[in-house]
């Protein structure tokens, strides 16, 4: 749920190798049946292919693409303005604590993301990041001067921080075998929050510190079999609203932290990608058919008490790169990811390639 907009690519050889189904095994050489596949560059690695049960493949060579708006809205979904359109996809989008200026991960027409930083006054972007293999994510520190976020630049996702002003090069947080993602920090800037996702896609959320420098142990939050995600730590740093499928359907549950102590279900009939107002009394999240809500929260005696949900308005788009919305402090206008109907390339159908695996 929630990650159903495929937005940064690579271009691969589709490869073909005979299989005995029988033994398991496979049977001869493997094949280039085509180059240039589209593929998505994330955890999941989908593909632009099918292969119909006659035998009949279809591609598409070339990646979708469509024009991508950071538009501001206010809470009926009304535009205020908008920070500029372009034809290159956008993902994570991330708030600097002050609202002035919004981390952006953008793809290139290469395939290639990077971290841009917009200023939200005058809507011109700068550069952050210059290592092409982004994975959205970012999180600011709590006074603005640094911005935390992941990147491949060794095969699997880790994590890296880099002064917000850009005057220094990029620092190594935490790295290991897994893929990982920032995702929240705590008010005081002690504590970092990740997913990792391990050698399973279900994804645990992890705790570390933020001054070690990789070199202290990060500790588990919450580890189950179900799917555990986005913790988003609220305002006073004493609750983490975050997303599972623990019952089922994906939902937005708040747990206290560092624990102990019972959850609370947030989201009524589904929904993920949570965010906290700047004063603790609101937590935004999205619904699957890209509806933004808004819950009230209070604490009374350490207990989270939910109040009403409402909706606030539709569009949100959602990706595989990172939360396509954020709010401002007081919660009254969101700065929302909008994005055109993409268009793909031309479909190519090719008929009898199964021959060639045969000789």
Known sequence: MLRGICC?????????????VKRLETTGEAMSVAQGIPTYSGLSRRAAFTVSPSGLLAYIAAAPRGYSHLVWKDRQGNALGDLGQTTDP??????SPDGKRLAVTIQDQS????????????????????????????????????????????????????????????????????????TSISPDGRLL???????????????????????????IFLQTPSSKRDGQLSPDGRWLAYESNESGPVQVYAAPFPGPGGKRQISPAGGGRPRWRRDGKEIFFCTQDGQLMAA?????????????????????????????????????KFVVLES????????????????????
Do not use: C
Not at 90 to 95: H, M, P, T
Not at 197 to 215: H, L, N, Q, R, T
Not at 340 to 357: C, E, I, K, R, Y
């Open 111 to 182: 395939g290639s993301a990077d971290v841009w930083i917009y200023d939200t006054a005058r809507g011109t972007p700068m550069r952050f990041t210059f290592d092409s293999k982004v994975y959205g994510e970012s999180v600011w520190s709590p006074d603005g001067s640094v911005l935390y976020f992941n990147s491949a630049q060794k095969g699997v996702l880790d994590l890296f921080r880099k002064v917000s002003n850009g005057a220094a090069n990029e620092e190594l947080v935490f790295a290991d075998h897994a893929n990982k993602r920032w």
């Open 8 to 20: 940064t690519f690579e271009k691969i050889p589709l490869v073909a190798q005979p299989f005995d």
């Open 296 to 332: 009230e929260v209070a604490t009374s005696n350490g207990t989270l008490e939910v109040g009403q949900v409402h909706k606030l308005f539709d569009g949100i788009i959602t990706t595989n790169l990172g939360l396509t919305y954020d709010a401002s402090a007081d919660g009254r």
């Open 90 to 95: 956008i993902g994570d989008i991330a708030l």
């Open 340 to 359: 055109s109907a993409s268009t793909a390339g031309p479909l190519t159908l090719v008929q009898n390639w199964l021959a060639a695996l045969r000789k």
């Open 193 to 219: 929050l990740y997913d990792s996702f391990g050698e399973k896609p279900e994804g645990d959320i992890w705790v570390m510190s933020s001054a070690s420098g990789g070199k202290s142990e990060p500790r």
